[in-house]
């Protein structure tokens, strides 16, 4: 199976009936490029900058920012690489970096919430992405956005950086789309709302699925509530999927869910343009895309969005897909 799935390195991911969709990669640092080229990824979907922060005892400077991000876009080739901006706070702390205690990390003081008080933090990270913006396909994406005006303010302050930045005669793409993780159920509700001013979506089922549920994705004890195919996630997906194309836009996935195989069917059918995933799973979701009628599973995702349960999803897709 490994061996022809191997086969598919340079295949496009194109369904039975033509349809071609985007495998890309979440990566954490520019050393797993090579797993993302090695595996065929289309485009780095999710480039988690955190790791850029963690382990050190003080910001990292701008510069060096800026050559990570670098390497990132020069790496891909004029790809796509999609780059969230710092998502810290919640279980994710740094040791230089005092934030209060919190009695609910997770609906806490964490990401994007941090970067619009901790400005000077938020600033350097774009001005060294917007350096970096020449050198590839740019593409900047604000994590855990809640309300419009968190991405209104976000924005206005990436086009500040990127004022001050041209004045200083440093090159600066004009291409780069600016969109938003979906990883909260109010900014999936509003979609239609939001895709009128983002360039593209990125839904992030691991929140997602956690917020929609209210249950925590570390706590065994509700896991059972932890349920990836669950109708009401699975309407909330297709929300956020119809709401980009009516404005022409695009949505991708970068959550967990991304690279399973019971739920791409049903992504493939809902319409989902891109997914990303760990590089390791991008072939075998090629293969099982390329085997897939888009048209079957449009069929199969009307079928599922009524179903009551997740276990009557699984079973579904398993029954469609020949599992
Ligand atoms: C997500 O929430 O689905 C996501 C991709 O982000 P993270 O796992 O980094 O929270
Ligand atoms: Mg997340």
């Avoid at 050190?56 to 800026?66: H, L, R, V």
């Avoid at 069917?265 to 590089?279: R, T, V, Y």
């Amino acid at each position: 199976q490994k061996a022809e799935w191997a086969k598919l390195v340079n295949e496009k991911t194109v369904s039975k009936d033509g349809h071609h969709v985007e495998l890309g990669a979440n990566i954490g640092t520019p050393n797993d490029l090579q797993g993302v080229v090695e595996n065929g990824g289309e485009a780095v979907g999710l480039y988690r900058t955190e790791f850029l922060y963690m382990g050190k005892d003080q910001f990292p400077t701008e510069e060096e920012q800026f050559e990570s991000y670098k390497k990132v876009l020069e790496g891909m080739k004029g790809k796509s690489v999609v780059v969230r901006t710092l998502d810290i706070g919640g279980d994710k702390k740094l040791p230089y970096l005092k934030l209060p205690e919190e009695m609910n990390p997770f609906l806490g003081f964490r990401a994007i919430r941090l970067c619009l008080e901790e400005q000077d933090m938020f600033r350097t990270q774009l001005r060294a992405l917007l350096r970096a913006s020449v050198y590839g396909n740019l593409k900047i994406m604000f994590p855990m956005i809640a309300t419009l005006n968190e991405f209104r303010q976000a924005k206005t302050i990436l086009l500040e950086e990127k004022e001050k930045l041209v004045s200083e005669n440093i090159p600066v793409s004009d291409q780069i789309e600016v969109g938003i993780m979906v990883e909260i159920p109010s900014t999936a509700v509003l979609a239609d709302q939001f895709a009128k001013e983002v360039d593209f979506f990125s839904i992030g089922t691991n929140d997602l699925i956690q917020y929609t549920m209210a249950a925590d994705r570390m706590n065994e004890q509700v896991s059972y509530l932890y349920q990836p195919y669950n109708p009401a996630i699975l309407r909330l997906v297709k929300m956020v999927i119809d709401a980009s194309h009516k404005e022409g836009k695009w949505t991708g996935m970068c959550g967990e869910m991304a690279g399973d195989e019971i739920a791409i069917p049903i992504l493939l059918g809902l319409g989902l343009d891109e997914f990303s995933m760990s590089a390791s799973s991008i072939l075998k979701a090629r293969s099982q895309i390329r085997g897939l009628n888009k048209s079957d599973m449009e069929k199969l995702a009307e079928q599922v969005l009524q179903f009551q349960t997740n276990d009557e999803v699984i079973e579904a897709v398993k029954k469609v897909t020949s599992m």
